[in-house]
């Protein structure tokens, strides 16, 4: 990407989602200890407990990802747009487009969930329909960060918005997918930590979130 290779410092934003991602796991795992729930999924209470902080774990990761997303996305806008971007000015953009950054996020997560229920509850034809979405909602939700943010938009008006972009501007961000397909491999890193942390500490919560981090951070 042409801003990654004027700005080598923004590279730094995927090591701030790295540590940011992993303080929030095991601050997430240390409540979750200390309130007594059951980490191990060996009983009832304790799966349906599992499953409450996973889905917490999901929303709180993919806050993040979304975050410094949009991060990288407000430091490509200041370079567009004449300005020399910096860690602190990136985080800056992205934090006063919070407001449509964090919609997205639950709206994310929440389509994520019922996917990964379909999934399970549909056996093989759960997993076809899952992958088809996936490709589809890849393909629509490419431009739906910096258009929410830049265009102060919903995310269902967001998606409609990504969608008409990438009808009129196919062949540019299909070159630009490269770039953002190298960023999104960036982001998944805490997630592949974290299924790491998780396998090795016995931790199942910990491998949870990391599958659905890294899930998220390919199609988020």
């Known amino acids: 990407m042409t801003v990654i290779r004027l700005d080598r410092e923004l590279l730094v934003l995927p090591v701030l989602n790295a540590v940011a991602a992993i303080i929030f796991a095991l ?3 240390l409540v979750a200890s200390g309130l007594g729930a059951d980490l191990s999924g060996n009983s009832d209470s304790g799966g349906q407990g599992l499953i409450v902080i996973a889905i917490f774990g999901l929303l709180g990761m993919n806050v993040i990802n979304t975050f410094f997303k949009g991060a990288l996305v407000a430091g490509a806008h200041e370079r567009f747009t004449g300005g020399d971007p910096t860690i602190g000015s990136s985080l800056s953009g992205a934090s006063a487009r919070l407001h449509r950054l964090l919609p997205w996020a639950l709206m994310a997560t929440t389509v994520g969930i019922i996917l990964s229920i379909i999934e399970r509850q549909g056996g093989q ?13 890849g393909v629509i939700t490419f431009l739906i960060v910096p258009v929410v943010m830049f265009d102060d938009l919903g995310p269902v008006a967001g998606l409609k918005r990504s969608g008409q972009l990438l009808r009129t501007s196919w062949g540019e961000n299909l070159t630009a997918q490269v770039g953002f397909g190298l960023f999104s491999f960036a982001l998944a890193i805490p997630g592949i930590l974290l299924v790491v942390l998780g396998s090795s500490s016995g931790i199942w919560a910990l491998i949870v979130i990391g599958v659905l981090a890294v899930m998220f951070a390919a199609v988020g």
């Open 27 to 29: 601050l997430l795992w």
């Open 125 to 137: 034809l759960g997993r076809i329909a899952r992958g088809i979405f996936d490709m589809a909602w």
